[in-house]
């Protein structure tokens, strides 16, 4: 079996906006994430966890679903090999580490580390 895909996330200018939108489209409980515009969605033990929130300054957002890998340096470099370019990180989140690339044809994906 391959790494499996672990999360996905909406991530854009506006937090709130978007969590609303999302929490009445499709009937999502939202929960907040202490320290930082971002909300974690319970899906009740159905599919993929994912989150919706905000972009860093100067990122546009995106749509994107994340692979659980264990080396995410190897994992971006790669991704560079096959034809993909770094975006950002690593950076350090609670429990592990993201990281974000995008394919050849521009298509954003992240990777993600657990610790713990």
Not at 41 to 58: F, K, L, N, R, S
Not at 60 to 81: I, S
């Amino acid at each position: 079996m391959g790494n499996p895909t672990m999360w996905f996330e909406v991530v854009g200018k506006d937090h709130q906006v978007l969590k609303g939108f999302y929490s009445e489209l499709f009937d999502w409980q939202l929960t907040d994430m202490g320290g930082m515009p971002y909300s974690a969605v319970d899906t009740g033990g159905e599919g993929i966890p994912g989150g919706v929130g905000a972009a860093p300054e100067g990122h546009p957002g995106h749509v994107t679903f994340y692979v659980q890998v264990d080396d995410l340096e190897a994992a971006l470099a790669k991704a560079e090999r096959l034809g993909g370019k770094r975006g950002m990180g690593p950076i350090d989140i609670p429990n592990g580490q993201i990281a974000l690339f995008t394919d050849p044809e521009g298509h954003e994906i992240g990777l993600m580390t657990q610790s713990g």
